[in-house]
């Protein structure tokens, strides 16, 4: 059976299954991550949106429950250049091609990455459909304007949270942030329903879930902090009646404009005069909360090793990164926020300061999973703003 990558602009690429047959239009990115492919496939900012990994061998170390960041998988599609079937690693559980076919993700192999990575850089990021489906000329100009007139839509409600849950503190020096596994202390074993008595010493932290990654959670109960994750369309009332020491915003998929009702309750949030820190998607929607903007990015930063300098102390990171949009820099005033960090490679914005609020702010990923743990000290900076409150 062959597999069919088809994109917008009309280039074909032809190869073979890698996962489930059939047919699925999203839009392509691509990640030059050397690995971590699990935890990208399972991270929820990708819902929407199929992978182009560049590296060319992927699977090769397989597939385990502790490289899970969410329940299941987010992603449309994975595309790669070539699937290993023969794991050769001691924790591997399954192969890559048996977790896609579990989860009913259609992927595609045998594809020229390098020559898709070139195409999406020259033209931006495009829609395109992976099919097992071959079709006929007649038939590709009703696929194109289906592949065309494809959105990502309505992602934030598809992987938020249902309902608030609350997770213990891991017992301190059970493992660093940006680098704690279910397996280390049980960091994701103790989750608890809202309500339900919760242990640990430390500070008590809201989440507002707008497509967490499990790593956030894992790195703020490693550091004695017990979490309570908010769905996406909690109102600010009920977050700020649990009286938290602090307030995370967390990652997730698509265009941070799209809830407008969101960012009202967000602001709401950043005024409140209560610790707070963001990451990537949170970090979007706090700018477009106090008054400034985001734009789309032509392709996008996706990839574990995306040099960002700290302004403040001119260390360099770096850092995990999957994100398609930006706050545009400059559209807030230097009395609301001050730019905390930029990239090296294009000058866009990767965090900010807030002046009068005790808010900072980051777009690249300082959990990791998968990347660099460099970033890790970030949490810890937010609970040192949470003990000085």
């Not at 809202?194 to 497509?211: H, I, N, Q």
């Not at 109960?221 to 009332?237: D, F, I, M, R």
Request: aromatic share 6%.
């Amino acid at each position: 059976m062959k597999a069919y990558l088809i994109l917008e602009d009309g280039t074909v690429y032809e190869g073979r299954p890698a996962g489930t047959p059939g047919e699925v239009i999203s839009e392509i990115v691509f990640n030059t991550s050397m690995t971590g492919y699990q935890e990208i496939l399972t991270d929820p900012s990708y819902a929407g949106q199929a992978v182009a990994l560049t590296y060319p061998l992927i699977g090769n170390y397989g597939v385990c429950a502790g490289d899970m960041e969410s329940g299941r998988p987010f992603a449309d599609g994975l595309i790669v250049r070539e699937i290993s079937g023969t794991p050769g690693s001691w924790r591997a559980e399954n192969t890559l091609r048996n977790f896609l076919q579990k989860y009913g993700i259609t992927g595609i192999a045998g594809v020229d990455t390098r020559h898709l990575t070139k195409q999406i850089r020259d033209k931006g990021t495009m829609n395109g459909c992976i099919t097992t489906r071959e079709y006929g000329e007649e038939e590709m100009p009703a696929l194109l304007e289906r592949i065309r007139a494809y959105k990502v839509e309505g992602v934030v409600r598809k992987t938020s949270s249902a309902e608030i849950r609350e997770y213990p503190a891991m017992p301190q020096g059970t493992g660093s942030p940006a680098s704690v596994r279910p397996g280390s202390g049980g960091a994701m074993t103790g989750v608890r329903q809202a309500g339900a008595e919760v242990s640990g010493s430390g500070k008590r932290v809201a989440l507002l879930d707008t497509g967490t990654k499990r790593n956030i959670i894992r790195s703020l109960q490693s550091l004695g902090c017990s979490v309570t994750v908010y769905p996406w369309n909690t109102p600010a009332e009920t977050i700020l009646a649990g009286k938290p020491d602090g307030i995370m915003l967390s990652n997730g998929p698509g265009d941070p404009k799209e809830e407008p009702a969101l960012i009202a309750e967000v602001r709401k949030l950043a005024l409140s005069g209560i610790p707070l820190f963001a990451i990537c998607l949170g970090h979007q929607l706090t700018a477009l909360a106090m008054g400034g903007d985001t734009a789309r990015l032509k392709f996008g930063h996706r990839g574990a090793n995306q040099p960002v300098k700290d302004l403040r102390t001119g260390k360099v990171y770096i850092t995990s990164q999957n994100h398609g949009y930006a706050v545009v820099n400059g559209s807030l005033p230097e009395t609301v926020a001050v730019p905390a960090f930029v990239n090296l490679n294009d000058g866009t914005n990767e965090g900010l300061r807030y002046v009068k609020q005790n808010i900072l702010t980051v777009q690249f990923h300082p959990e990791a999973s998968p990347g660099p743990g460099d970033a890790g000290e970030l949490f810890r900076e937010f609970l040192r703003m949470m003990e000085e409150k």
